[in-house]
């Protein structure tokens, strides 16, 4: 039996709440020194006047991974709500069409350092954590108004510099010269959003430059996948953590790519899908970042295997799934689903129940709450070359 | 300055139906002119849709082209230049020297702009019987369209000797048009074979829409869940042919 999300939301806030209560002087004071990993975050609240500043824990030495979601792989969920809440978030008020000044090229220098970088802030009062919040957003640790902040200086990426310092460069290209040249999305995703790319510059709350860089990437990597011979056969992918199970099923067809979502709500399933064939998608996904993060993952394994196929991607959130830590999870599980030897299905029925199986939606339900099968009717002209 | 090709026009309409044809397809668009005139082939990525244009150099006031040449523009760019061309006004292509697109409006308006590099790919045609054959005015045929498309996503053509049937059928409803054989409604119905095709209105739509008028009537030609063909008529000898694969039952 799984315990309830309430019961390990719990749990979790126990544990933390005894941390606090041992180290609570390391986070409630007017001034903090520690490593950054190095990371920034630029807040959505208040737009276009957003909360914008360095996340720095109250540690000293190689922090890196606490910001780091692809070495998150393999850990509990305890694990990295924990990473989280260790970062003290510092913030000042800053209008995203102006990415200039003093503090913002410090936070600039930052997103693009090479290694963790020391930090001293002085905030204008003692920083106090906040609770482990609604359940929706990803958890934080405290919160505080800076007063004034100093990095060391540390090396910064050459590719990352090159491109910050290119004014002709869109922030597409950036993105992706800065992916190919193999910078973590995660530094990348940084960069864009306190505004290093493109020809005007400005902020981008992280959470939209999570979905943005997910979509230029993917998009990219689709694209590239349109000049590919067919897959030869229908293939099951399979991966699990942190209550998030993914199938993948990859079938001969020209790109076509659907992703449906599951979850448990109060006892009841609730439903998102959203899908696209080769011409893209023209609107926000009902499934949002969750969309682009997958298509990632799946045209990471295109390109690499340099095959087209199309895409089935299914995803059940179990209750396990207690506290959502962000989109990068579907990102790196899905990645990781695409690592495993695949299930070899003699056709798109057979696959689905391969893929089905280790949920607790059947297929039915699945195909019901999704259209790849009335997408899949639509035959290709050069079906008939 | 040299032009490596030259032709010219007679009135705007047909450059602007053909360009409109083709921008509802592809963003990007490599043509290739010869001594036979222009044409062009394309898919729209999904590979549902397929335009095959051919339009002779005798559909042109005047028309020099020495060698093939391939020149690729984006759609919408060569789109809004088009555009500025009044009816009468007849147009001028050429491509200079240094790799520009010239394109001369009535007497005195001359843009130019940047080519961009052709992809190369070669699209083959499907290779197809048709067994059904329908001529009807493209006007006629964009209402059976839009009188469709108010139950259904989809268009279902059935053709026997005697008529033709259009119909549609959505969540909240169906739709069944016929055209009798022998009527003004059709101006031909040639069938050889029983036939049943569906087609996305999704594609067929803006094609019909953006030919428009131009062209005086359309022939609808397909066979059962085979791709359907489309040809418009451009100017006296132009034309465009469109080819829309079929939706098939699972």
Same mark, same amino acid.
């Given at each position: 039996?799984?315990?309830?999300?309430?019961?390990?939301?719990?749990?979790?806030?126990?544990?933390?709440?005894?941390?606090?209560?041992?180290?609570?002087?390391?986070?409630?004071?007017?001034?903090?020194?520690?490593?950054?990993?190095?990371?920034?975050?630029?807040?959505?609240?208040?737009?276009?006047?957003?909360?914008?500043?360095?996340?720095?824990?109250?540690?000293?030495?190689?922090?890196?991974?606490?910001?780091?979601?692809?070495?998150?792989?393999?850990?509990?969920?305890?694990?990295?709500?924990?990473?989280?809440?260790?970062?003290?978030?510092?913030?000042?008020?800053?209008?995203?069409?102006?990415?200039?000044?003093?503090?913002?090229?410090?936070?600039?220098?930052?997103?693009?350092?090479?290694?963790?970088?020391?930090?001293?802030?002085?905030?204008?009062?003692?920083?106090?954590?906040?609770?482990?919040?609604?359940?929706?957003?990803?958890?934080?640790?405290?919160?505080?108004?800076?007063?004034?902040?100093?990095?060391?200086? +540390?090396?910064?990426?050459?590719?990352?510099?090159?491109?910050?310092?290119?004014?002709?460069?869109?922030?597409?290209?950036?993105?992706?010269?800065?992916?190919?040249?193999?910078?973590?999305? +995660?530094?990348?995703?940084?960069?864009?959003?306190?505004?290093?790319?493109?020809?005007?510059?400005?902020?981008?709350?992280?959470?939209?430059?999570?979905?943005?860089?997910?979509?230029?990437?993917?998009?990219?990597?689709?694209?590239?996948?349109?000049?590919?011979?067919?897959?030869?056969?229908?293939?099951?992918?399979?991966?699990?953590?942190?209550?998030?199970?993914?199938?993948?099923?990859?079938?001969?067809? =020209?790109?076509?790519?659907?992703?449906?979502?599951?979850?448990?709500?109060?006892?009841?399933?609730?439903?998102?899908?959203?899908?696209?064939?080769? =011409?893209?998608?023209?609107?926000?996904?009902?499934?949002?970042?969750?969309?682009?993060?997958?298509?990632?993952?799946?045209?990471?394994?295109?390109?690499?295997?340099?095959?087209?196929?199309?895409?089935?991607?299914? =995803?059940?959130?179990?209750?396990?799934?207690?506290?959502?830590?962000?989109?990068?999870?579907?990102?790196?599980?899905? =990645?990781?689903?695409?690592?495993?030897?695949?299930?070899?299905?003699?056709?798109?029925?057979?696959?689905?129940?391969?893929?089905?199986?280790?949920?607790?939606?059947?297929?039915?339900?699945?195909?019901?709450?999704?259209?790849?099968?009335?997408?899949?009717?639509?035959?290709?002209?050069?079906?008939?070359? | 300055?040299?032009?490596?090709?030259?032709?010219?026009?007679?009135?705007?309409?047909?450059?602007?139906?053909?360009?409109?044809?083709?921008?509802?397809?592809?963003?990007?668009?490599?043509?290739?002119?010869?001594?036979?005139?222009?044409?062009?082939?394309?898919?729209?990525?999904?590979?549902?849709?397929?335009?095959? !244009?051919?339009?002779?150099?005798?559909?042109?006031?005047?028309?020099?082209?020495?060698?093939?040449?391939?020149?690729?523009?984006? !759609?919408?760019?060569?789109?809004?230049?088009?555009?500025?061309?009044?009816?009468?006004?007849?147009?001028?292509?050429?491509?200079?020297?240094?790799?520009?697109?010239?394109?001369?409006?009535?007497?005195?308006?001359?843009?130019?702009?940047?080519?961009?590099?052709?992809?190369?790919?070669?699209?083959?045609?499907?290779?197809?019987?048709?067994?059904?054959?329908?001529?009807?005015?493209?006007?006629?045929?964009?209402?059976?369209?839009?009188?469709?498309?108010?139950?259904?996503?989809?268009?279902?053509?059935?053709?026997?000797?005697?008529?033709?049937?259009?119909?549609?059928?959505?969540?909240?409803?169906?739709?069944?048009?016929?055209?009798?054989?022998?009527?003004?409604?059709?101006?031909?119905?040639?069938?050889?074979?029983?036939?049943?095709?569906?087609?996305?209105?999704?594609?067929?739509?803006?094609?019909?829409?953006?030919?428009?008028?131009?062209?005086?009537?359309?022939?609808?030609?397909?066979?059962?869940?085979?791709?359907?063909?489309?040809?418009?008529?451009?100017?006296?000898?132009?034309?465009?042919?469109?080819?829309?694969?079929?939706?098939?039952?699972?």
């Amino acid at each position: 039996m799984v315990s309830s999300s309430q019961d390990i939301r719990k749990a979790i806030e126990a544990k933390w709440n005894e941390y606090l209560s041992k180290y609570g002087n390391l986070f409630s004071s007017d001034s903090l020194s520690g490593t950054s990993p190095p990371s920034v975050f630029v807040g959505s609240y208040n737009y276009p006047k957003v909360n914008v500043g360095p996340m720095v824990p109250p540690i000293h030495g190689d922090t890196s991974l606490l910001d780091t979601p692809e070495k998150w792989i393999g850990k509990t969920l305890e694990e990295i709500v924990n990473y989280r809440l260790n970062l003290v978030r510092g913030i000042q008020k800053v209008p995203v069409s102006d990415p200039s000044g003093r503090y913002i090229e410090n936070l600039q220098e930052l997103a693009m350092s090479e290694t963790a970088t020391d930090s001293d802030i002085r905030f204008y009062k003692a920083t106090s954590p906040v609770g482990l919040l609604d359940g929706y957003s990803a958890p934080f640790g405290p919160i505080g108004e800076i007063k004034s902040v100093k990095f060391s200086s +540390s090396p910064s990426q050459r590719q990352i510099e090159k491109v910050y310092y290119d004014r002709d460069l869109l922030a597409s290209d950036a993105v992706l010269k800065l992916y190919n040249s193999g910078i973590e999305i +995660s530094q990348i995703q940084k960069c864009f959003s306190i505004g290093m790319m493109g020809k005007k510059r400005k902020l981008v709350p992280t959470r939209w430059s999570i979905t943005a860089t997910d979509d230029i990437i993917s998009k990219s990597l689709i694209d590239e996948t349109l000049d590919y011979p067919l897959i030869d056969g229908v293939r099951v992918f399979h991966f699990e953590h942190m209550g998030n199970l993914f199938s993948v099923i990859l079938f001969p067809y =020209r790109w076509l790519y659907e992703m449906i979502e599951a979850w448990y709500s109060k006892g009841v399933l609730g439903f998102g899908s959203d899908h696209e064939d080769a =011409r893209g998608i023209d609107h926000p996904p009902e499934i949002a970042g969750a969309y682009f993060a997958a298509k990632l993952a799946v045209g990471e394994y295109l390109v690499r295997n340099q095959i087209q196929s199309g895409a089935l991607v299914l =995803r059940e959130i179990r209750p396990e799934y207690a506290i959502p830590i962000g989109v990068w999870q579907i990102r790196e599980g899905v =990645r990781e689903a695409m690592k495993q030897k695949p299930v070899l299905a003699d056709s798109f029925g057979n696959a689905l129940d391969v893929a089905a199986k280790p949920m607790s939606i059947s297929t039915k339900e699945w195909l019901s709450h999704g259209f790849i099968l009335k997408l899949m009717r639509q035959k290709r002209i050069s079906d008939f070359f | 300055m040299s032009l490596v090709f030259s032709a010219i026009t007679s009135g705007s309409d047909d450059l602007k139906a053909i360009i409109s044809a083709i921008s509802t397809l592809v963003e990007e668009a490599t043509f290739v002119a010869s001594a036979e005139g222009i044409t062009f082939r394309g898919m729209d990525p999904s590979h549902v849709a397929l335009i095959d !244009i051919s339009w002779p150099n005798s559909a042109f006031e005047k028309y020099e082209c020495d060698s093939d040449i391939k020149f690729g523009v984006r !759609i919408d760019e060569f789109s809004k230049l088009i555009k500025r061309a009044e009816k009468k006004d007849s147009i001028e292509l050429g491509i200079s020297d240094d790799n520009m697109l010239l394109v001369t409006i009535g007497k005195n308006k001359k843009y130019k702009i940047r080519l961009i590099e052709s992809s190369a790919s070669d699209t083959p045609l499907p290779k197809i019987p048709y067994d059904a054959k329908i001529e009807l005015s493209s006007t006629a045929f964009d209402k059976i369209l839009g009188d469709v498309q108010v139950v259904s996503d989809y268009l279902t053509m059935i053709a026997t000797e005697s008529k033709a049937e259009f119909s549609g059928k959505g969540d909240s409803g169906e739709v069944v048009i016929e055209l009798q054989k022998g009527t003004d409604d059709v101006q031909d119905l040639s069938v050889k074979q029983e036939s049943t095709g569906t087609y996305s209105l999704e594609y067929l739509n803006p094609v019909v829409k953006a030919v428009g008028t131009t062209t005086g009537s359309i022939i609808c030609e397909y066979s059962s869940a085979k791709p359907l063909r489309i040809e418009f008529k451009v100017g006296n000898i132009g034309r465009i042919h469109f080819y829309l694969a079929p939706r098939v039952e699972s």
